[in-house]
């Protein structure tokens, strides 16, 4: 069975500041990763993903990942964050044979003071 | 305008009644998923189906029931059977192709007293 486990449940910052929400997967088999955010009143939608090739993938607004296969790792990045990226963020894992399963994270809320 | 609609919003029943959660799909998806939403407990998976008239539970399928019969709609079905019906439930969509993301609608919050 798949299961991913998000470290953080709610974290707090202030602009400019940097962003690394963990993130670890268990599956028996390769992988593809997602990080997906939900803006208050917004919709779920995708942030980034990997599938394969270069283990450093580069989202939207300036959000990027990096898959470490040794630690079956996903962790979500923002060199500076803004007000704006108050949202919370869920990472989710599907194994590669099985992709129209995808198990999420318990999510991570985000709030960012001005 | 392609999208996922969810009806309706806000959902009240009194326990001991099955309620039917609305989700339709303009975008041709072949793939419908039904997750439910909980604080503390992200997003968990109640039944898939990756094309009609075939579904799949996900982990938490119990007290919970679905039908694919067109490709446009996969209405869920909370039974009284759940225990703990009251949550957030999300509708989601995956195209074909092998990377293709969740597309999520706007969610229905069920309220059960």
């Known amino acids: 069975a798949q299961s991913v486990s998000q470290h953080n449940h709610h974290v707090i910052l202030s602009e400019a500041a940097s962003l690394e929400l963990g993130c670890n997967y268990s599956?028996?088999?390769?992988?593809?990763l997602f990080w997906y955010v939900q803006y208050p009143g917004q919709h779920l939608q995708l942030l980034l993903k990997?599938?394969?090739?270069?283990?450093l993938v580069k989202g939207i607004k300036g959000f990027e990942a990096e898959f470490i296969k040794s630690k079956f790792s996903f962790n979500l990045r923002k060199p500076s964050v803004q007000w704006s990226d108050t949202a919370e963020y869920f990472c989710?894992?599907?194994?590669?044979?099985?992709?129209?399963?995808?198990?999420f994270g318990a999510g991570t809320t985000v709030t960012v003071r001005a | 305008d392609g999208g996922i609609t969810q009806s309706p919003k806000y959902l009240f029943r009194k326990e001991g009644q099955n309620v039917t959660l609305s989700c339709e799909q303009n975008?041709?998806?072949?793939?419908m998923y039904w997750y439910r939403q909980d604080p503390g407990q992200g997003l968990r998976l109640i039944y898939y189906?990756?094309?009609?008239?075939?579904?799949q539970k996900g982990d938490i399928a119990e007290g919970y029931s679905v039908s694919r019969e067109k490709k446009e709609s996969f209405p869920l079905t909370v039974t009284s059977a759940q225990k703990n019906p009251t949550a957030f439930y999300l509708c989601?969509?995956?195209?074909?192709?092998?990377?293709?993301?969740?597309?999520f609608g706007n969610g229905t919050r069920l309220t059960v007293t």
């Open positions: 599956y028996g088999g390769t992988v593809n």
């Open positions: 989601a969509t995956k195209g074909g192709s092998y990377n293709s993301p969740l597309h």
């Open positions: 975008l041709n998806h072949d793939a």
């Open positions: 990997y599938f394969s090739g270069d283990p």
């Open positions: 189906s990756q094309i009609v008239n075939d579904f």
């Open positions: 989710a894992v599907t194994g590669v044979h099985n992709d129209y399963k995808l198990s």
